[in-house]
Each structure stands twice: as C-alpha cells, then as structure tokens.
C-alpha cells in the first residue's frame, strides 16, 4: 500500500520524555497512520501524518454500537541501534479475527506489518533504548458512517499511534494479590471475548475499581455461566503449575488468544515440559493452594509479559501460591522472552523482525 507521508516541520516536533516521567499511553509520538475505508472501494487514502484529534459526527456508528477493535505490540531497540516488532504476524492475524467478529473490513497482515514499520521508521526518534522501555504501538479500526440504525457501517477508519513506555514494574516483579470475582462475568459463550473490542473493557471496569478499593492489584475472571471455571485475570492470560504441570485454560471463544500466552507455550514444548490447555476450576485452584500443590500462577500479557501471582482471594478466603514469591518457571518464561526482544539473545523462535526490512 502506497503511504502519503507529511512530516511535522523540526521545530514542531515534540521533546522526547524523560523515561522516568513514562506514563503508559499519555506521551505520545509526532505521527499517526490514517487510512480510511469506504464499501466497495476497499481501503484507500493511506498517510502517515501529524499526530493529531479524528474527527467524528455525533451520531459515528463507532460511538453507539461498539463496532471498533485495536490492538497493541510493541518495538524494541537492540543492542546495535536497529529497532525490531515482537512478533507483528500473530497481532495482523489476531486483528484480522477481530474484524471479522464485529462485521468490520478485514486488513490484510501484510498491510498491518507494512504500516506498523513505517509509523515506527517515522517515529524512531522516539523508541527508547533503557533497560526494560520500549515503543507501544495500537493499530485500531473505528466506525465512522452518522447513523443511528443498528447496523455494520459502510466507512471505517483506521488509525495507528505509538507511545514510549518504561518498564511495567519500575521495582522489579512483584507478586499481586488477586480476588475472584462472583458475580460479574467478563465474556460468555457465543459472545465476543476472544476478539480485542473496547466492548470486552468497560464492563469489566466495576469489578476491577473495587478490587483496587479493596488492596488487590486485579480480578480473575470465572466462566459466565457456572462462575467455576478460570477463564482470565485482569486483562491477561492465566497459567498455573500444579507440580511439575503447566496448565492453561483452553482458548474456546470467551478468552482473548494471547500472543504472550501463545509464546509460553511454544517456550514450554521446546523445554519438553508438561503442558496441558484444560479447564481449571476455582476449587482446583484454591485446593491446591492449600495442599502445597499449587506451585506457582502467572498472567501473561504484551504490558508486563510474565507477572507472578502471589495471593487468591475466594468467598472472603485469602490463600498464598507457594511461597508467595516469583516462581522459578515464570522467571524462566520471563527472562528468555525478553532476552529475545532486546536482542540479548539468539532469536532462535523467529519472533523478531526488523523494522528496516
């Protein structure tokens, strides 16, 4: 796709932040992508252009009827200067599925990866290169056609911005301290959980300021109709290693398919370890904190890759994983992926690609 690029003048580029001020999502670079789509023209009209506000009608289908979808990776500065993507195949092909979940125009990967390199080749300046920063980039496709019929729209924008970001635990990873939630659910079978639509967020937002209120970093998620099944915890994917298994619960609809997660598992067959995708019951779970079973739990997400989980509370019982420290597997996950993103070591996954090429 050809790109029209119009390039802040240099005396109106932004200072670049401090990484010690880093707010996630608040310091955003000079550009943005825009492309928009109309039916039965396709996409068309691809720039790259000063980052700036979008313009919508009131009655945008976007702002009614939920019909958006985004995702987020990331680029990291290695050790040579260059800049590559994590992985940016399987968020084209995540935020291909997500369109179609939500009737929306599919983007061909090709044109996802091509666009994501030439926002991040303009915006270099700003990829940091400190220990444990990098650049965040979220693609996102909008519903633009005023209307208040309930229906797909026939013109949609797609949008692409990127923000510096610090390392997610500035102290090193620390274990949360998790509550189950009871009543609420965050998706349900046949709806749309597994795609990364703003719908699947503000409900979940409830539950997660008062799990806050009440000293806990996050939620976990149970299954919605029997709440007894682990599907998610907070925005990420959930692992528990009972002994010497690795469990992870299957995928089936409800939960976002992770590219973290997916990595942990590739990781976990390459170290021949024992690996089972099976649903986990929040009784098995808190059982097996008691007995000692239970030895380590993690999420897994693009933000903060591995992240231990210290402490469950269930029905007002508060339990301890383990010793209630970082676990030596998570630990392992942790180090060798991003070892692999900041190009401390050998790629062998193929995760890694350039920007330059």
Same mark, same amino acid.
């Given at each position: 796709?050809?790109?029209?690029?119009? @390039?802040?003048? +240099?005396?109106?580029?932004?200072?670049?932040?401090?990484?010690?001020? @880093?707010?996630?999502?608040?310091?955003?670079?000079?550009?943005?992508?825009?492309?928009?789509?109309?039916?039965?023209?396709?996409?068309?009209?691809?720039? !790259?252009?000063?980052?700036?506000? =979008?313009?919508?009608?009131?009655?945008?289908?976007?702002?009614? /009827?939920?019909?958006? !979808? #985004?995702?987020?990776?990331?680029?990291?500065?290695?050790?040579?200067?260059?800049?590559?993507?994590?992985?940016?195949?399987?968020?084209? *092909?995540?935020?291909?599925?997500?369109?179609?979940?939500?009737?929306?125009?599919?983007? +061909?990967? %090709?044109? #996802? !990866?091509?666009?994501?390199?030439?926002?991040?080749?303009?915006?270099?300046?700003?990829?940091?290169?400190?220990?444990?920063?990098?650049?965040?980039?979220?693609?996102? =496709?909008?519903?633009?056609?005023?209307?208040?019929?309930?229906?797909?729209?026939? $013109? /949609?924008?797609? /949008?692409?911005?990127?923000?510096?970001?610090?390392?997610?635990?500035?102290?090193?990873?620390?274990? $949360?301290?998790?509550?189950? %939630?009871?009543?609420?659910?965050?998706?349900?079978?046949?709806?749309?959980?597994?795609?990364?639509?703003?719908?699947?967020?503000?409900?979940?937002?409830?539950?997660?300021?008062?799990?806050?209120?009440?000293?806990?970093?996050?939620?976990?998620?149970?299954?919605?109709?029997?709440?007894?099944?682990? %599907?998610?915890?907070?925005?990420? *994917?959930?692992?528990?290693?009972?002994?010497?298994?690795?469990?992870?619960?299957?995928?089936?609809?409800? !939960?976002?398919?992770?590219?973290?997660?997916?990595?942990?598992?590739?990781?976990?067959?390459?170290?021949?370890?024992?690996?089972?995708?099976?649903?986990?019951?929040?009784?098995?779970?808190?059982?097996?904190?008691?007995?000692?079973?239970?030895?380590?739990?993690?999420?897994?997400?693009?933000?903060?890759?591995?992240?231990?989980?210290? %402490?469950?509370? /269930?029905?007002?019982?508060? =339990?301890?994983?383990?010793?209630?420290?970082?676990?030596?597997?998570?630990?392992?996950?942790?180090?060798?992926?991003?070892?692999?993103?900041?190009?401390?070591?050998?790629?062998?996954?193929?995760?890694?690609?350039?920007?330059?090429?």
């Amino acid at each position: 796709m050809d790109l029209r690029v119009t @390039l802040l003048e +240099e005396q109106a580029l932004k200072p670049i932040p401090d990484v010690a001020t @880093l707010e996630f999502g608040k310091q955003t670079t000079d550009h943005m992508v825009r492309i928009e789509y109309t039916t039965g023209q396709g996409w068309s009209d691809a720039q !790259i252009v000063p980052y700036g506000p =979008v313009d919508l009608d009131p009655s945008a289908l976007v702002l009614h /009827y939920n019909q958006q !979808i #985004f995702e987020g990776l990331k680029a990291f500065r290695q050790p040579d200067g260059s800049v590559s993507l994590f992985r940016p195949d399987r968020y084209a *092909n995540r935020f291909r599925r997500s369109a179609r979940r939500m009737a929306m125009p599919e983007l +061909e990967p %090709e044109t #996802f !990866i091509q666009v994501v390199k030439a926002l991040v080749q303009t915006d270099e300046r700003w990829v940091p290169s400190e220990p444990g920063t990098s650049l965040y980039i979220r693609p996102t =496709v909008i519903a633009t056609e005023p209307g208040l019929g309930v229906r797909a729209s026939e $013109t /949609y924008l797609f /949008y692409v911005i990127a923000c510096p970001v610090g390392a997610y635990y500035k102290e090193g990873a620390r274990p $949360t301290r998790i509550t189950v %939630e009871e009543d609420s659910a965050r998706a349900a079978a046949g709806g749309a959980g597994e795609a990364k639509t703003s719908g699947n967020y503000a409900p979940t937002l409830l539950a997660t300021q008062q799990a806050v209120e009440d000293g806990f970093s996050q939620v976990l998620w149970l299954d919605a109709k029997e709440h007894r099944y682990v %599907e998610e915890v907070g925005t990420s *994917n959930i692992f528990f290693r009972f002994g010497e298994e690795l469990v992870t619960p299957p995928l089936g609809g409800t !939960i976002l398919p992770g590219v973290t997660r997916d990595s942990v598992l590739e990781l976990a067959e390459r170290w021949d370890l024992k690996m089972t995708e099976r649903r986990v019951s929040i009784h098995e779970v808190m059982d097996a904190c008691t007995s000692g079973l239970l030895k380590e739990a993690f999420a897994t997400g693009t933000a903060a890759v591995v992240s231990p989980i210290g %402490e469950l509370s /269930y029905k007002s019982e508060c =339990v301890t994983v383990d010793s209630g420290e970082p676990g030596d597997l998570s630990c392992r996950f942790y180090d060798e992926i991003t070892d692999v993103q900041y190009g401390r070591k050998d790629d062998v996954m193929g995760w890694m690609v350039p920007v330059g090429e």
